[in-house]
């Protein structure tokens, strides 16, 4: 008979195995060639080097079937929301074109403009969620999730309002980014582990960018010999922001419906947290289907269509934002929203660090654009502002439509604003304290 208590040999060995080598591909870095990332980055940047020629054709490939399969499925059909989105995904097939063979206006052609979408933005999105399918199922489906969820559950539910599960999100999002973090938060949502406002919550306040793109703006602002205090701020500002406006509205009224039904949990909490925790990872480990079947799923379900929607609609919407930047003054109107803030926080040239805020939304790598040649302080503010908001355009709004979780636009908007004159409000003050 097998254990309900993981004497089950082969359920520990799977648990062990299996989730260990998930967290190792995520977690963990490794230094190859004098390069020290998680071992997903180096997979991904080997790809790089052995394919580099085939990949923005690969992209291409991923764009053109998100704006195709929509009127494949007849999706479309559903709502004006749907259409719409159906038409900026095409347009986002022509602007791939565009990126791929270099044709098109000069003006949107500019290095900064399409190409720097294409090549810093899209491509990775398109290589990151394929190549990261085994580690990402590994981690997922055979007790990782159900370990820590155990472990964590007291923490979660006090600070954040949310599942155990939730820390794991956290943690991927920092290794992989927003896209697989909302992804995995999606499949959690839709097996009732997280109701639709504790959903809300971590798809809006947990699923930040990865590391390497906090890397990217370090380098780009100048300030990587600082990076270890960078980081270490992204992410405490990012986390007590979520703790915040998961306590106000809008997130406060969202109801905590699930999907279909919650998720039983049969854990037994007379036992101690590590071993309770224990216990819950090899369950799940016992009850796990094969590999063979967790991966199928992944590739024939929620990550090609998320893949393909979010790299045809980042195109439209974050060329958008970058053209309405350059040469209309929208942005500067809305950044007299923040304007206030950054004026009492004394920040150096507080009108663009409002700015800077405002074009936030449009593309996470813009603000870093605008203030390269600010004061130390002002950049930092920055820099930190645009990871905790978390919310643009380009990307993780895209990302957060494509999938079931339940959120009004109009609710999106407003947890942006909340998000952002808080974390202005916490990275001024550290940057103050330390620069």
Known sequence: MESTKGKDNSAVLKFLLFSGIG???FFVNVRIGGVSVIPIQHIINLIKKLCGPVIPYFTLVMVMAGGIMPIMNGSYKKSMFNFVFTIIKLLGTVIGFMAVFNV?????????????????????IALMIPVTGIAYVLLLNFGLVEFISAFM???????????????IDAVVSFSGGYALAVLLTNDLYKKGVYSAKESVIIATGFSTVSISFLIVIANTLGFMEHWTLYFFACFFVTFLVTALTARIYPISKIPNNYYEKKAE???DYSEPLLKRAYHAGVKQAREAKPLSYYLKDYYMGDAIKMSSSVTASILVIGLLGMLIAEYTPLFDVVGYLFYPVTWLLHLPEPMLAAKAAAIEIAEMFLPSMLVVESAMVTKFTVAVTSVSAILFFSASIPCLLSTDIPIKMKDIFLIWFERTVLSLIMAAAIGFIFF
Request: proline fraction near 12%; aromatic fraction near 10%; charge should be positive.
């Open 104 to 124: 098109g206006p000069e003006a949107v052609m500019r290095a900064d403009m399409i190409p720097f979408l294409y090549n810093s933005v899209v491509i990775p």
């Open 153 to 167: 559950q007291p923490v979660m539910r006090k600070i954040w309002k949310t599942p155990g599960e939730s820390a």
């Open 23 to 25: 967290a190792f591909m």
């Open 265 to 267: 949990s049969t854990m």
